[in-house]
């Protein structure tokens, strides 16, 4: 089962920053948060990840609770073409990288 | 570089048929593996590798046999197709195993 637990589906306007939520409660000290995300059927893209501080690269913006419990990745300016499924994932300690369902993100106009 | 290449694309196969999927990555990574994706679902790993000569399972490894005999090729085997198999599967590699995924483009697969 994954470790990780992301609401099914969220909508954001064009323009406005999109916040999608994730929590991991279980995380344990050494693993990471891994971000990607899969647009109509292409291969899931990476786009960010982070151990306990807060990350940005050209994509998007990662916010880790201080407890690790939970994190936020931000879109900060949505646009028609973020719309696509968003996974959250940790890796486990066998190498074992499990996917959940993710959170489909629809940018609406 | 070509990154994370899938062959076929698609295939459509008869039930009881067997096929390998091949996948190879130019990137020198240690780390590859398969995933398949139903139907409006998230991906499901089906075998991983570490480095050359060694594999494991993953979620849903039952019809389903790997090798890791080079760095670079990872193919996946299917022994005896079900209809339960038709799906899109998905390799990926990474530089090790705390660095970023990189996906190939997926085969399409039915199994008539």
């Known amino acids: 089962d994954a470790k990780t637990t992301q609401p099914p589906s969220m909508d954001c306007a064009e323009g406005r920053a999109a916040n999608l939520p994730c929590n991991h409660s279980t995380i344990s000290g050494n693993e990471y948060v891994y971000w990607y995300r899969q647009i109509h059927s292409q291969g899931p893209q990476y786009i960010i990840h982070g151990l306990k501080n807060n990350e940005t690269n050209e994509m998007a913006s990662l916010i880790i609770t201080e407890d690790r419990k939970s994190s936020t990745l931000i879109l900060p300016h949505a646009t028609l073409r973020d719309t696509a499924v968003y996974y959250c994932i940790v890796r486990l300690a066998d190498d074992k990288i499990i996917f959940g369902k993710g959170t489909r993100l629809h940018i609406l106009p | 570089n070509a990154g994370v290449t899938q062959t076929p694309k698609f295939q459509v196969l008869k039930t009881g048929q067997s096929m390998t999927l091949q996948c190879a990555q130019d990137?020198?990574?240690?780390?590859m593996s398969w995933y398949r994706q139903d139907p409006g679902m998230g991906l499901r790993l089906i075998h991983y590798?570490?480095?050359?000569?060694?594999?494991d399972q993953g979620e849903v490894p039952n019809g389903y046999n790997v090798s890791r005999s080079t760095t670079e090729d990872f193919p996946l085997r299917l022994l005896s197709a079900a209809p339960s198999q038709t799906s899109v599967y998905f390799c990926?590699?990474?530089?090790?195993?705390?660095?970023?995924?990189?996906f190939g483009s997926g085969t399409q697969l039915s199994v008539l």
């Open positions: 590798s570490v480095g050359a000569g060694i594999t």
């Open positions: 990137m020198n990574h240690e780390y």
């Open positions: 990926a590699s990474s530089y090790s195993r705390t660095e970023k995924l990189f």
